[in-house]
């Protein structure tokens, strides 16, 4: 394979990995990355084979581009997916991202667990609620049966309000602590 | 051009705390080198090359590169050059201009901090050497 060649495949690759971004941004990344590989082989003298060498395998560097795009557009997104999906992806990388992600799925199962009871809570007024006996929590959620007395039920149909609440606010913590997580593993990408 | 003490011997890998250290400084010294003005990528990875020990694989430089200025702590414009083909050059905008003083105080306070946390260390060292 000849010089040009070698650079031609490998800049082909790249923006055959480079699917997710615009054609716009990876027309440009491709410009600048061929610019870079025919200045430093001039530079070096060397040949086009080494400098295709430093500049890593072609997957890794796509990679990398692509993971900025995703974290990038998820840390200002609301939607779950989104966001567990670049949780997902961080989560490969290590520890920290793991770390993240189980606390995500945690949060979205708890906040939205806590809405589903409220909105099951008019249906099953007789198993939805919070139970105490002698001023200590027994149970509380939807049971089957319900806690038997002397173990009542202390929030009627104020229980829909307070899961509501209670409920939105862990699903918004939990997206603003992905989303804050996502930016820290950025500027920190020691932890990934 | 290049500082040889930077470069570390052929197979010799720097370990994976020193490798962790380097690449979470790696933002803050691409944000610094282009302090005095603009470069392009090239000369960027160069200029890391000899003036700190952040030595990388040449390719993760333009990622970082891309990310920053999505950021919008860099811009970028295409200059046309002798060698042929138009380069890249990026500068610091003044949102990169802020957070890299801010940056650039932050480290010098904790890195000031661990010194002298260090210091009892390195006299040992000395000592037995």
Redesign the interface.
Known sequence: MTAETQMESYLTELRLHLGPLTIAERE??V??????V???A??SGGSIET?LA???PVK??AA??R??LLI?KASGSLSPLVLLRATLRLATKGIFGILVFFLAILGYAFGGGLVLTALIKPILPANTGVWIENGRLVDSGVLFPPPASPAHEVLGMGYILVALILGSMTLLITTFAIRRSLRLS??????L | MANKRALPADGEQPDRWE??????A??MATLACLWRGRL???EIIRFLESHSQLVL????I??IL??LK??GLLTSEWVEAE?G????YYSLTDAGRQRLSLMAEAWTCFSKGLSHLLEPVLEQQEIHQ
């Open positions: 440009e990344i410009r600048e990355i061929s610019a870079h025919r200045d430093s001039e530079e400098v430093r500049l890593g890794e560097l990398q581009y993971d900025g990038r950025q500027r920190w990408q020691s932890l | 490798a962790q250290l380097r690449k979470g790696l933002e392009y990528g090239l694989a040449e390719g993760t333009y990622p891309n990310r999505a950021e060698a083909h138009p380069r890249k």
